[in-house]
């Protein structure tokens, strides 16, 4: 049975081939704040970094992903491949630019493919 991981990653080998410039390899990077420590008046964090790949994707409206969502000036959407989660306040690195997510989905809900929005 074909998966979603598999079908996406597919797409994406089939574009990078035609169009290398539009595929970017990516690194999504979540921080998450764990106990408070009295002893020195912060909280321990631990960073999680996952790799895939990213495009760009200028042509779709965010209305017609995210409705509910009021894109700003500096928002763009990106479809992610390659990644297991990506959520909102992860950092996400790609072509050399670091940009933070602001809303993501789980495309069909499997844990593969997801597009974000990230400013």
Known sequence: MTTV?????????????????????????RTTQGAYDVATGTYAT????????AVVDTVRPVADVFPAYVVGP????????GFT??????SLTFAGRTRI???????????ALFYVIAR
């Open 5 to 29: 991981a598999e079908i996406s990653r597919e797409a994406f080998d089939a574009v990078a081939a035609e169009i290398p410039d539009a595929i970017h390899a990516a690194t999504l990077t």
């Open 46 to 53: 631990t960073t999680a970094t996952q790799t895939g790949r």
């Open 74 to 81: 500096g928002d763009e959407l990106i479809l992610l491949e």
């Open 85 to 90: 989660s990506a959520k909102e306040n992860d």
């Open 101 to 111: 997510v602001r809303q993501a989905q789980d495309i069909v809900a499997a844990g």
